[in-house]
């Protein structure tokens, strides 16, 4: 348990506070209809936004809600289309936490079906996992995707491709590809340091990266740290747990 503490400490160890005056949200154009979102709510993350031609799909639903109404208020700034699709990438606080708030608007919220049920069977624990770190993080509810698949899905008319690959940072986690970007959105698979491997297959996190050959892609988006790396991220990621220490 201790050793998990620390591993997170380390994954998580920027020195964030929970939320503060000093946190920050920011949405910037990135390519086409793809927007980057940032912010140091407890930890640096990084998420996206596509604005489709009639909604707006969000990548990653943040922390919490409170942090999931500041991105639907950024996103309004640069577009009067309603947001009404989040795609919870992982099961992990990080990804789902704004849930609530999402589905507040109407939004539906979509995942892959082992995402939909780990929520269900270890979001209490993983909240208290992440509040070991976080002491101020809420004890957020569970809320659960409403639109669930079975494996790879597209939304936005295949503009938007969510993509399982198989295991790596956590069981279910997902990429999302942009092809008319040729832009990558990593999530917590994928950055530029080996961060937390509480949750990882070891084994079978090299193979599901190197998958990700098959893609045209010229941008990465990772999901913490840095935000944007172009396709040598698979690389030195694939090094860096090549090079790690048991």
């Given at each position: 348990m201790v050793r998990g503490l620390l591993i997170l400490l380390a994954w998580?160890?920027?020195?964030?506070?929970?939320i503060s005056q000093e946190s920050q949200l920011r949405l910037s154009h990135l390519e086409g209809r793809l927007y980057l979102i940032e912010d140091n709510?407890?930890?640096?993350?990084?998420?996206?936004?596509?604005?489709?031609?009639?909604?707006v799909?969000?990548?990653?639903?943040?922390?919490?809600?409170?942090?999931?109404?500041?991105?639907?208020?950024?996103?309004a700034q640069v577009t009067n289309k309603p947001i009404k699709e989040v795609i919870n990438t992982n099961y992990h606080p990080d990804r789902a936490g704004g849930n609530t708030f999402f589905k507040s608007l109407g939004a539906r919220i979509i995942s892959t079906r082992m995402?939909?049920?780990?929520?269900?069977?270890?979001?209490?624990?993983?909240?208290?996992?992440?509040?070991?770190?976080?002491p101020d993080y809420p004890a957020l509810p569970l809320c659960l995707p409403d639109t669930t698949f079975d494996g790879d899905f597209n939304l936005q008319d295949g503009k938007v491709k969510a993509l399982y690959f198989g295991p790596s940072h956590t069981p279910d986690g997902i990429f999302v590809y942009f092809p008319e970007e040729?832009?990558?959105?990593?999530?917590?698979?994928?950055k530029e340091k080996l961060g937390n491997l509480d949750f990882a297959n070891i084994e079978e996190y090299p193979k599901t990266l190197r998958k990700l050959r098959a893609l045209e892609i010229k941008t990465v988006i990772a999901g913490h740290y840095s935000a944007i790396h172009g396709p040598e991220l698979i690389d030195t990621y694939l090094d860096l747990l090549a090079r790690r220490e048991p």
């Open positions: 998580l160890a920027l020195g964030q506070p929970a709510f407890f930890f640096s993350e990084n998420s996206a936004a596509f604005v489709g031609d009639k909604h799909t969000i990548i990653g639903a943040t922390w919490t809600p409170q942090t999931a109404r500041l991105l639907s208020q950024a996103v995402t939909s049920e780990l929520m269900s069977s270890e979001w209490a624990s993983i909240v208290h996992y992440t509040q070991k770190a976080f040729k832009v990558l959105y990593g999530g917590c698979i994928l």
